[in-house]
């Protein structure tokens, strides 16, 4: 048994009994170093159970570096930290993705996290007790591996037929860019999620030509804010009521703040907001301006898209619409069918079964972690799901 050092002033114990592989890590490897893989790692540092992170990457945040310049969290700055560190005085309610960035770094400098950068993980495997990791820089072998490679690591487009003919631009809302570039241009944004709703938040606020909202389902729908008050300081609450409990309260609150929107074509959700957030991990969506486009006519709520032609879009009605762009806000996909799809721990759309504490008996020491979304919001699920995890390893390893 040999040590090495995975944090100042912290000795891991590696056995080195297995030939011709790596030492094992008698501790954690946590793939992923964004707001959930960060705030496990610190739990289970602070539990005591020796700790590496693995990033793709080679600096944190990237995937917010490359978010559109409009992006800010639909979450409160007070309910969107991580454990001992907080936005600076001055940040606004919902912080733009530059404050983000800098949460993260001060994040990992002031708690001095152990991340090794530019390591790509390719698979896993279980070798009975433990987990062999196959990298790019070689293998790695670990008691316990916590994937948090996040839920939306790949935007998703779907293979619409004539797509490729089309003479528009269509683009993933992950690429919105700025809105000052739809400017006078007419737009069709697709998917009436939270990602939709956001791109709509931004553009009501351009002079665009006309735009239209593509929605198969209708949001669970809640206002940023009422008034002056963030409606998101309320999440600790909802989060604490049963599902069907806290249905009814956003569709109370939906229907009173922006009152029948089925008479602007949107059609009702086929689920309340909490029990959506569990059954088909659909976030609630936020406004902030979209509303009062609908409303006046700026958006109109247009049908499912059956195809595209060269100069056009043709929808399910049979209707066709000629928008200059297209925002496809169809979601994303976790990209985890070569790390894990063989452990047959994925469903149909590769999301892992099991999240958060909770693990496959088959295959001890196998973590998910930032998979479902949250009344909370992610940096508060984050921080307890990490803790839960470091919990359940602590307490196994006792």
Not at 116 to 144: C, Y
Not at 227 to 245: D, T
Not at 315 to 335: C, K
Request: aromatic share 6%; net charge positive; hydrophobic share 40%.
């Amino acid at each position: 048994m040999t040590t090495t050092k995975t944090r100042m002033g912290m000795e891991a114990e590696i056995s080195s009994d297995w030939t011709g592989e790596p030492a094992i890590l008698e501790g954690a490897i946590v793939i992923g170093a964004g707001a959930a893989g960060l705030a496990a790692a610190y739990a289970l540092i602070e539990a005591g159970v020796a700790t590496e992170i693995l990033e793709r990457e080679g600096r944190l945040a990237e995937p917010w570096h490359h978010r559109h310049e409009n992006l800010h969290l639909n979450t409160h700055r007070d309910l969107s930290t991580l454990p001992g560190v907080s936005f600076p005085k001055g940040t606004p309610a919902f912080p733009h993705r530059s404050a983000v960035i800098r949460l993260f770094n001060d994040f990992a400098q002031t708690h001095r996290l152990p991340i090794a950068f530019g390591v790509v993980v390719d698979e896993i495997e279980f070798r009975g007790d433990h987990w062999l990791l196959k990298t790019s820089t070689g293998p790695r072998a670990a008691r316990h591996v916590v994937i948090a490679t996040g839920r939306d690591r790949q935007p998703f487009i779907p293979a619409w037929k004539g797509m490729k003919d089309f003479s528009g631009k269509i683009v993933h809302s992950a690429h919105f860019g700025r809105a000052s570039d739809y400017a006078g241009k007419k737009v069709l944004v697709v998917g009436a999620g939270n990602s939709g709703f956001d791109a709509l938040n931004h553009l009501s606020g351009v002079e665009t030509g006309q735009m239209w909202l593509s929605a198969r389902n209708g949001p669970s729908l809640l206002p940023k804010r009422i008034g002056k008050i963030a409606v998101h300081r309320f999440s600790p609450v909802m989060a604490s009521l049963p599902a069907r409990l806290a249905d009814a309260v956003m569709a109370a609150t939906q229907r009173l703040v922006f009152g029948d929107l089925g008479k602007y074509g949107l059609p009702p959700a086929p689920s309340g907001g909490a029990s959506r957030l569990g059954s088909d991990y659909t976030a609630i969506a936020a406004d902030d301006g979209a509303v009062d486009a609908i409303k006046a006519g700026r958006i109109i709520v247009v049908p499912q898209v059956k195809e595209f032609r060269h100069d056009g879009v043709v929808l399910e009605s049979g209707q066709s619409i000629a928008p200059d762009t297209v925002i496809a806000a169809t979601g994303y996909r976790t990209g985890l069918e070569t790390m894990v799809g063989r452990l047959g721990v994925l469903d149909a759309k590769g999301v892992p079964l099991f999240n958060g504490p909770a693990n496959d008996p088959k295959l001890p020491g196998l973590w998910f972690t930032g998979m479902r979304p949250s009344i909370r919001g992610c940096f508060a699920n984050a921080r307890i799901q990490g803790a839960a995890i470091a919990g359940r390893i602590a307490k196994q390893r006792r």
